[in-house]
């Protein structure tokens, strides 16, 4: 139940003006749509209504767009291109935010502050300061009445996949519905990130050569978050890099991904290349946002080493356990060998105890589409397959990382490192660390 005295709660009013908002923004689409257009002319609407709508609804439209077979092809290709980036708002909301927040004397808190953001996305605003002991600073400010832009965005966002669905019955989408909705709302909770963010800091505190920002407290809230500014420069700036170097990254993304995995049962669930950054050399990976993550009951990791495992072994009685375990339902085994088909695709890196390329020498515009198209084909076939809320994250983040290393032309034994990550695993010991973990940092699962 939202707070009747938060000026920013989840209100009806709000909610009532950003529905009709994103309305006439979409209403070209559903024009397009009415007039017959084709898909390919439908998605470039949807797409530009989606882009000048901004806040939740296009962050979600790029998320869904990386889900494999989530989304037909035509309008994944456009979602894609959609821009994360948003123009910073101006001085007088900083203002605003800072002395809701802070209180009046919020500028004697920090010994600088900049009026400039270095930063902006569409939930919030990142801004330089320096603390008084010398440190620097980002302050990650919110955007306001995000809460109800949410709500309402939620709602238009079934409104659209029911459209989808409508074309393509392939993938029932209710459950990838609550799960995006409920990570968005947490993703909101910047008191929750700055729990989350010291999670990362004790599970990856045996990797001295990964960095995790360390929060203030004090200078921190519900809508602000003020944390250690790591230098380093983004991912995109290492492409063309010597070999041993980009491999360098690649196994350090590897390890801040996979280890907290495997061992505690949490992701980072929104592998953005923007996300991390390196210092000189690339001797330091620095992780910098925490607001999208992933806490897994232990049961579904065992069955994503369960998978691995009956992959590996061509046991397809533990592989269909797997399937069990993840939840999905009406398991046949035409169901068994279309998820088969694209597990094999996604553990393919996994399961090669050799160096290698993720794609394996297939072009990366073509990697994965070869598959996803036979897939989407054997599940039309079955009727709507109903894809397993926890699955959604774990997938989309695993494409993610993927396109990190696509991007990287790493060649690493990827089958050897996940192999070392795996090494006795137990769902008991996990749950057993993944507990005290919690516990230590304040977090439920």
């Given at each position: 139940?939202?707070?009747?005295?938060?000026p920013?709660?989840?209100?009806?009013?709000?909610?009532?003006g950003?529905?009709?908002?994103?309305?006439?923004?979409?209403?070209?689409?559903v024009?397009?749509?009415?007039?017959?257009?084709d898909?390919?002319?439908l998605?470039?609407?949807l797409?530009q209504?989606?882009?000048?709508?901004?806040?939740?609804?296009?962050?979600?439209?790029?998320?869904?767009?990386t889900i494999?077979d989530?989304?037909?092809?035509?309008?994944?290709?456009?979602?894609?291109?959609?821009?994360a980036?948003?123009?910073?708002?101006?001085?007088p909301?900083?203002?605003?935010?800072?002395r809701?927040?802070?209180?009046?004397?919020?500028?004697?808190?920090?010994?600088?502050?900049?009026r400039?953001a270095?930063?902006?996305?569409?939930?919030?605003?990142?801004?330089?300061?320096v603390?008084?002991d010398?440190?620097?600073l980002?302050?990650k400010?919110?955007?306001?009445?995000?809460?109800?832009?949410?709500?309402?965005?939620?709602?238009q966002?079934?409104?659209l996949?029911?459209?989808?669905?409508?074309?393509?019955?392939s993938?029932?989408?209710?459950?990838a519905?609550?799960?995006?909705?409920?990570?968005l709302?947490?993703?909101?909770?910047?008191?929750?990130?700055?729990?989350?963010?010291?999670?990362?800091?004790?599970?990856?505190?045996?990797e001295p050569?990964?960095?995790?920002?360390?929060?203030?407290?004090?200078?921190?809230?519900?809508?602000?978050?003020?944390?250690?500014?790591l230098?380093g420069r983004?991912?995109?700036?290492w492409?063309?890099?010597?070999?041993?170097?980009?491999?360098?990254?690649?196994?350090?993304?590897?390890k801040a991904?996979?280890?907290?995995?495997?061992?505690?049962?949490?992701?980072?669930g929104?592998?953005?290349?923007?996300n991390?950054a390196?210092?000189?050399?690339?001797?330091?990976?620095?992780?910098?946002?925490?607001?999208?993550?992933?806490?897994?009951?232990p049961?579904?990791?065992?069955?994503?080493?369960?998978?691995?495992?009956g992959?590996?072994a061509?046991?397809?009685?533990?592989?269909?356990?797997?399937?069990?375990i993840w939840?999905?339902?009406?398991?046949?085994a035409?169901?068994?060998e279309?998820?088969?088909?694209?597990?094999?695709?996604?553990?393919?890196?996994?399961?090669?105890?050799?160096?290698r390329?993720?794609?394996?020498d297939?072009?990366?515009?073509?990697?994965?589409r070869?598959?996803?198209?036979e897939?989407?084909?054997r599940?039309k076939?079955?009727?709507?397959?109903?894809?397993?809320r926890?699955?959604?994250?774990?997938?989309?983040?695993?494409?993610?990382?993927?396109a990190a290393?696509l991007?990287?032309?790493?060649?690493?034994?990827?089958?050897?490192?996940?192999?070392?990550?795996?090494?006795?695993?137990?769902?008991?010991?996990?749950?057993?660390?993944?507990?005290e973990?919690?516990?230590?940092?304040?977090?439920?699962?």
């Amino acid at each position: 139940m939202s707070d009747p005295k938060d000026p920013e709660r989840n209100r009806i009013t709000a909610r009532i003006g950003r529905v009709a908002s994103v309305g006439a923004n979409m209403s070209g689409a559903v024009g397009a749509r009415m007039m017959g257009g084709d898909s390919a002319a439908l998605a470039k609407a949807l797409r530009q209504a989606l882009g000048r709508s901004k806040g939740p609804l296009m962050k979600v439209a790029q998320l869904l767009s990386t889900i494999p077979d989530l989304l037909p092809e035509a309008y994944a290709k456009e979602f894609r291109t959609l821009q994360a980036h948003a123009p910073a708002m101006g001085w007088p909301f900083v203002q605003r935010r800072m002395r809701a927040e802070l209180g009046q004397d919020w500028e004697t808190k920090v010994r600088s502050f900049e009026r400039e953001a270095a930063a902006a996305a569409s939930l919030g605003q990142v801004h330089r300061a320096v603390a008084h002991d010398g440190r620097a600073l980002a302050c990650k400010l919110q955007y306001p009445d995000m809460a109800s832009a949410v709500e309402a965005d939620l709602g238009q966002l079934r409104t659209l996949l029911g459209l989808f669905k409508s074309m393509d019955g392939s993938i029932d989408s209710s459950e990838a519905v609550i799960e995006v909705g409920e990570r968005l709302r947490e993703e909101l909770d910047y008191a929750r990130e700055l729990k989350q963010m010291r999670l990362f800091a004790l599970m990856l505190a045996d990797e001295p050569r990964i960095g995790v920002p360390e929060p203030l407290e004090e200078l921190s809230t519900k809508r602000l978050l003020t944390m250690t500014w790591l230098e380093g420069r983004g991912l995109m700036h290492w492409l063309e890099e010597p070999q041993e170097l980009r491999n360098r990254i690649a196994e350090l993304l590897f390890k801040a991904w996979w280890g907290p995995m495997t061992h505690y049962g949490v992701i980072h669930g929104d592998p953005h290349l923007g996300n991390y950054a390196l210092t000189e050399n690339a001797e330091r990976l620095q992780l910098l946002d925490f607001g999208c993550v992933r806490i897994f009951p232990p049961r579904f990791l065992e069955g994503v080493v369960g998978l691995w495992r009956g992959l590996r072994a061509g046991d397809m009685g533990q592989i269909a356990y797997s399937y069990e375990i993840w939840g999905f339902k009406n398991l046949n085994a035409e169901l068994i060998e279309a998820l088969t088909m694209w597990a094999r695709f996604i553990y393919g890196p996994l399961l090669d105890d050799r160096v290698r390329t993720i794609a394996d020498d297939v072009p990366p515009a073509e990697y994965g589409r070869r598959e996803a198209f036979e897939v989407r084909k054997r599940l039309k076939t079955l009727g709507p397959v109903l894809i397993p809320r926890e699955f959604v994250f774990m997938d989309r983040a695993a494409i993610g990382l993927g396109a990190a290393f696509l991007h990287l032309r790493a060649e690493l034994n990827f089958g050897h490192m996940f192999a070392e990550s795996v090494e006795g695993f137990s769902p008991d010991t996990l749950a057993r660390r993944q507990t005290e973990a919690l516990a230590s940092v304040g977090l439920s699962p």
